[in-house]
T-cell receptor, first 110, second 111 residues
């Protein structure tokens, strides 16, 4: 079993929809929870991160962490075609290595 | 541009050849990481440096792989006797997690 599980999709939604992306994990030592966006053939771009449990909002993006369930989510409001990309969840126990999910491919249809 | 840069962006090589990739991190970052990403997968950790010291190596990093960061600035990743299974995107990142910033990657194709 992988430490981080993420549905690879693809996920296809109409423009303006609310998108929900999720990951589960098994390692209780994870303290930092990140979301990256990756366009085709590019490096991952950090969107936002959360420390421990709770919510964090940044514009149209909201990240949620539920450590009791070992479940994290990223919500995208008013999705745009430019949001079409692969979204990677990532986690770390501190300042060492980061463990990534497989990524969910999102397509927002105009 | 003050981001992470990697060179070359693409490398095609024949099986058995040696290849070397370079990463230039963001200048004020003393942590530098290497990851490998294959199609349909997330990046997998290979190794990381704190200044010039290599602090951790993944089991993925076989004896054919070696990484250096001689002066605590740029880093190189060398793969000796390449195999077809080495074909992947090799990503470099700098910064302390969770604020880790990635370069554009080097895409390696082994024929």
């Amino acid at each position: 079993q992988k430490e981080v599980e993420q549905d690879p999709g693809p996920l296809s939604v109409p423009e303006g929809a609310i998108v929900s992306l999720n990951c589960t994990y098994s390692n209780s030592a994870f303290q930092y929870f990140m979301w990256y966006r990756q366009y085709s053939r590019k490096g991952p771009e950090l969107l936002m991160y959360t420390y421990s449990s709770g919510n964090k909002e940044d514009g149209r993006f909201t990240a949620q962490v539920d450590k009791s369930s070992k479940y994290i989510s990223l919500f995208i409001r008013d999705s745009q075609p430019s949001d079409s990309a692969t979204y990677l969840c990532a986690m770390s126990g501190g300042y060492q290595k980061v463990t990534f999910g497989t990524g969910t491919k999102l397509q927002v249809i105009p | 541009d003050t981001g992470v840069s990697q060179d070359p962006r693409h490398k095609i090589t024949k099986r058995g050849q040696n290849v070397t990739f370079r990463c230039d991190p963001i200048s004020e970052h003393n942590r530098l990481y290497w990851y490998r990403q294959t199609l349909g997968q997330g990046p997998e950790f290979l190794t990381y440096f704190q200044n010039e010291a290599q602090l951790e190596k993944s089991r993925l990093l076989s004896d054919r792989f070696s990484a250096e960061r001689p002066k605590g600035s740029f880093s190189t990743l060398e793969i000796q006797r390449t195999e077809q299974g080495d074909s992947a995107m090799y990503l470099c990142a700098s910064g302390l997690p969770p604020e880790q910033f990635f370069g554009p990657g080097t895409r390696l194709t082994v024929l």
